[in-house]
């Protein structure tokens, strides 16, 4: 069941600064928000430990732990049983590893319910990227879609558009993809590519703004 998203959804600028938004604050630790967030947007894919703890970039006894109590919690499952294929990761000596693996358990009660959660949590924790891209230059339009909104189809996840530092965007992207523990396809152009773009109605940049998405900064098309 997909998670629906308001295809305009605009989040109006604060007289104050917002507070950081920090999921573990509400499911105890980093670890667990990051094997959550890997868990539920991939449902249908194994892992094995040693390949979860560098995908979540923690260490293996907190990874250890948390598996045991979201095992507990009854939303993975630790399956026993024979190698198996998982992009080219499967261990070239033998282990312990080799034979048990982990994986969502979509038969969960809450189990959409709670990846509809780490979707709008995702989309929040976006909020801090707003920052740091602001700092990093002039920020004109930031939109969220593709995984953010459950859609596939959409080629990119985020279009920034601005005049932003080259290395401070790539470590905004590398930070935000630490927090999700996934990948990011972000699409980056200077506002003066935009414009043009957008005036020729380019049929990549169309694919992106008529697509269901969610606006956090907008100063460059205000009928988005």
């Given amino acids: 069941m997909p998670v629906k998203v308001s295809d305009k959804v605009e989040v109006k600028p604060q007289e104050k600064p917002v507070e950081a938004f920090?999921?573990?604050?509400?499911?105890?630790?980093?670890?667990?928000?990051?094997?959550?967030?890997?868990?539920?947007e991939h449902p249908d894919r194994p892992f094995y430990v040693r390949e979860i703890t560098r995908k979540v970039d923690a260490q293996l006894n907190s990874v250890r732990r948390e598996l045991q109590n979201l095992i507990g919690l009854n939303v993975i499952s630790e399956v026993a049983g024979k190698i198996i294929s998982t992009e080219s990761e499967v261990?070239?000596?033998?282990?312990?590893?080799?034979k048990k693996y982990?994986?969502?358990?979509?038969?969960?009660?809450?189990?959409?319910?709670?990846?509809?959660?780490?979707?709008k949590m995702a989309i929040l924790m976006n909020h801090s990227l707003v920052g740091e891209l602001q700092d990093a230059g002039s920020?004109?339009?930031?939109?969220?879609?593709?995984?953010?909104?459950?859609?596939?189809d959409v080629a990119s996840d985020i279009l920034v558009v601005g005049d932003i530092s080259d290395k401070r965007?790539?470590?905004?992207?590398?930070?935000?993809?630490?927090?999700?523990?996934?990948?990011?396809?972000y699409t980056y152009m200077p506002t003066d590519e935009y414009t043009?773009?957008?005036?020729?109605?380019?049929?990549?940049?169309?694919?992106?703004?008529?697509?269901?998405?969610?606006?956090?900064?907008?100063?460059?098309?205000?009928?988005?």
Avoid: H, Q, W
């Fill in 22 to 40: 920090a999921p573990e604050s509400l499911f105890g630790s980093k670890t667990r928000v990051r094997l959550l967030n890997l868990f539920l």
């Fill in 91 to 98: 261990p070239k000596k033998k282990t312990k590893d080799k």
């Fill in 102 to 119: 982990y994986i969502a358990n979509k038969e969960c009660p809450f189990f959409e319910e709670l990846r509809g959660m780490m979707k």
């Fill in 139 to 152: 920020l004109d339009l930031l939109l969220l879609t593709g995984r953010f909104i459950d859609n596939s």
């Fill in 169 to 185: 965007l790539v470590k905004a992207m590398e930070s935000l993809e630490s927090k999700l523990a996934r990948e990011i396809n």
């Fill in 196 to 224: 043009y773009r957008f005036e020729v109605k380019d049929r990549f940049l169309m694919s992106l703004l008529e697509s269901d998405k969610v606006i956090l900064v907008n100063k460059v098309n205000l009928s988005l």
